[in-house]
Nanobody, 120 residues
């Protein structure tokens, strides 16, 4: 069994900052790519940022220069520092992690989702 637990969301004013965390636990052998997605009301879930196990990162254009994805492999945790937040960043944020379990199965696992609201 693999579990992903997200934390760090909440309500913040425009221009503010939040740091999301997503911790993986369970029967994990190795972790490859770790990603953050977001889904605004009435919209599809979109990729926001990704990081490989070697630390290479990729961002959607709308968050470049404002969001930073990072990971701590020892803690099996991915983070996303979000600065200069805008109302259009309001969404439910999900982490997705590509995991090989100790039973040698491979797959993508999703966090439960966490609300980020940017509003004055």
């Amino acid at each position: 069994q693999v579990q992903l637990v997200e934390s760090g969301g909440g309500l913040v004013q425009p221009g503010g900052s939040l740091r999301l965390s997503c911790a993986a636990s369970g029967s994990i052998f190795s972790i490859a790519d770790m990603e953050w997605y977001r889904q605004a009301p009435g919209k599809q879930r979109d990729l926001v940022a990704a990081i490989t196990n070697s630390g290479r990162t990729n961002y959607v254009d709308s968050v470049k220069g404002r969001f930073t994805i990072s990971r701590d492999n020892a803690k099996k945790t991915v983070y996303m520092q979000m600065n200069s937040l805008k109302p259009e960043d309001t969404a439910v944020y999900y982490c997705k992690v590509h995991i090989r379990t100790k039973a040698a199965s491979v797959g993508d696992y999703w966090g439960q989702g966490i609300q980020v609201t940017v509003s004055s």
